[in-house]
């Protein structure tokens, strides 16, 4: 009799149970906390291992049962004397074979290629290799932001809670019954889910949209993983994937959390390079190149902004190229190199007054003359030319669109800031008074750190005209959680 060619259908894996002895040993540090400090004690015994805080939240979850051979060194040389099984995993052998082998034993991704891995340059002091951004299934699962407390109350509440279905979740269940693979309206879904994001974020700020942005996220790369029915729809898979990615990252971006940020970013990176897509590349270098200067590594701003247009040089979009410029404008103003950020901006100003074109990103709809008022406002304040700051930035807030309030509340917290600085405290205190009155419509941990640094400016000028009402005030807002 001929064997039977009919695979035994395989039992379905363990419930997955939270691992609590690693969330004890986490402590009071945040999940991306954790994941520096494990890149650091990879550093140290010569590993190299992409953790961030998404794997911390896998692990702290029960998805991942068992390390692998790298993470395992590595743990048991942050905690010597512990075994696999005290740090709450189960042993390696339960994990073996046919039916349990999963991600947590999946090969390590080669990393002696720099074709295959983009640089990220390390945010946590150390002198580690560079952060490993291969995209393993560790790397696309959600981080820590879908454990994180979601604010309650006011006009973002509602925004973050009509993002939920992002028309994503019909796509996700389409994608897990048996026979369907994604295509194009999953492709079309993701777009829509993208856009969707954006102007959420032009309205009311990042903070009460990020973690709600984790979800679709996920979606986005498990439809990857399910693979598309043709060519084309895989290619806009893989577009909209990075475009998410990197719109997830701008969110963290801009309520504070750069380690989640830059965690996004790098996903995008890499998407655009398996894919071959330069646009997307140019884009995830443009908001790397911002985020190192907010985040205080000027040399890497300039590095990736002029990275970025390289990329973008072959796409024929004078409006991105100068975008782009202003991003180098930046990191040459925070390494106050005068010279150098006046060249960059005269680039940008010109690259602009070419007008629009068809090749122009989507993603570029915020980019207009405000933003690159407010942009050129930034720099001559990091230059700590402060009345040509203010001129700027109350030009931008000027011309701004009215839909954009995020960034009508960016641009007047910059004037506030660069009038407080110049000697000007009762102007500063009436334009952080127009701020205040926007923060019930926006919430933006960036546009906050900035009117606390404004405030503390304005406190030896107490007896000017409004400044002592504009500092109580300020002194009564909630404290973001």
């Given amino acids: 009799m001929a064997s039977s060619s009919v695979t035994p259908s395989q039992p379905p894996p363990p419930a997955a149970r939270p691992n609590l002895a690693f969330r004890d040993l986490r402590g009071q540090r945040s999940p991306a906390e954790f994941a520096a400090a494990v890149r650091r004690a990879a550093c140290e015994i010569g590993e190299r291992v992409s953790c961030d805080a998404r794997y911390i939240g896998r692990v702290e979850s029960?998805?991942?049962?068992?390390?692998?051979?790298?993470?395992?060194?590595?743990?048991?040389?942050?905690?010597?004397?512990?075994?696999?099984?005290?740090?709450?995993?189960?042993?390696?052998?339960?994990?073996?074979?046919?039916?349990?082998?999963?991600?947590?034993?999946?090969?390590?991704?080669?990393?002696?290629?720099?074709?295959?891995?983009?640089?990220?340059?390390?945010?946590?002091?150390?002198?580690?290799?560079?952060?490993?951004?291969?995209?393993?299934?560790?790397?696309?699962?959600?981080?820590?932001?879908?454990?994180?407390?979601?604010?309650?109350?006011?006009?973002?509440?509602?925004?973050?809670?009509?993002?939920?279905?992002?028309?994503?979740?019909?796509?996700?269940?389409?994608?897990?019954?048996?026979?369907?693979?994604?295509?194009?309206?999953?492709?079309?879904?993701?777009?829509?889910?993208?856009?969707?994001?954006?102007?959420?974020?032009?309205?009311?700020?990042?903070?009460?949209?990020?973690?709600?942005?984790?979800?679709?996220?996920?979606?986005?790369?498990?439809?990857?993983?399910?693979?598309?029915?043709?060519?084309?729809?895989?290619?806009?898979?893989?577009?909209?994937?990075?475009?998410?990615?990197?719109?997830?990252?701008?969110?963290?971006?801009?309520?504070?959390?750069?380690?989640?940020?830059?965690?996004?970013?790098?996903?995008?990176?890499?998407?655009?390079?398996?894919?071959?897509?330069?646009?997307?590349?140019?884009?995830?270098?443009?908001?790397?190149?911002?985020?190192?200067?907010?985040?205080?590594?000027?040399?890497?701003?300039?590095?990736?902004?002029?990275?970025?247009?390289?990329?973008?040089?072959?796409?024929?979009?004078?409006?991105?190229m100068s975008l782009l410029a202003l991003r180098e404008a930046g990191g040459w103003a925070g390494l106050a190199d005068r010279t150098g950020c006046e060249q960059a901006l005269a680039r940008a100003q010109a690259l602009y007054e070419r007008g629009p074109t068809e090749s122009d990103p989507e993603w570029m709809s915020f980019y207009g003359e405000a933003e690159l008022e407010g942009l050129e406002a930034q720099c001559w304040s990091m230059l700590g030319d402060w009345p040509r700051a203010a001129r700027h930035a109350r030009h931008a807030a000027r011309l701004q669109e009215p839909h954009f309030t995020r960034n009508i509340a960016l641009y007047k917290a910059e004037l506030a800031d660069d009038l407080a600085r110049g000697g000007r405290p009762d102007e500063a205190a009436a334009v952080g008074m127009e701020v205040l009155d926007l923060l019930g419509e926006v919430q933006s941990s960036r546009i906050q750190t900035m009117l606390a640094g404004t405030a503390r400016v304005l406190l030896p000028h107490r007896r000017a005209s409004g400044v002592s009402s504009f500092l109580e005030r300020h002194a009564s807002l909630p404290r973001p959680a």
């Avoid at 390696?92 to 002696?112: F, Y």
């Avoid at 989640?260 to 390079?273: G, I, M, P, W």
């Fill in 62 to 320: 029960g998805e991942i049962r068992c390390p692998n051979y790298a993470y395992e060194r590595v743990f048991l040389h942050m905690f010597p004397g512990r075994t696999l099984t005290d740090l709450g995993f189960v042993p390696r052998s339960a994990v073996r074979g046919r039916g349990a082998r999963g991600v947590e034993e999946a090969p390590l991704p080669r990393t002696d290629d720099p074709a295959h891995v983009p640089y990220v340059p390390d945010t946590t002091g150390g002198t580690c290799a560079p952060y490993d951004t291969h995209q393993t299934d560790q790397d696309h699962e959600e981080s820590d932001v879908r454990r994180r407390a979601f604010m309650t109350g006011g006009t973002a509440t509602m925004a973050a809670v009509s993002l939920s279905p992002l028309a994503l979740g019909g796509a996700a269940q389409a994608e897990q019954r048996p026979g369907r693979r994604p295509g194009m309206s999953e492709a079309g879904a993701l777009e829509e889910a993208v856009r969707k994001i954006r102007v959420l974020d032009d309205r009311h700020g990042a903070d009460g949209l990020y973690r709600r942005a984790a979800t679709p996220l996920r979606t986005a790369y498990a439809l990857l993983d399910a693979g598309a029915t043709r060519q084309s729809a895989t290619d806009r898979l893989y577009s909209g994937a990075g475009e998410l990615a990197i719109s997830v990252g701008w969110l963290a971006h801009d309520s504070g959390r750069f380690d989640d940020a830059r965690s996004h970013y790098a996903e995008a990176l890499a998407t655009a390079r398996m894919a071959g897509d330069p646009a997307l590349e140019a884009h995830a270098f443009c908001n790397t190149a911002f985020l190192a200067r907010d985040a205080g590594r000027p040399r890497e701003a300039v590095r990736t902004a002029q990275a970025a247009q390289r990329a973008a040089r072959p796409l024929g979009s004078a409006r991105l």
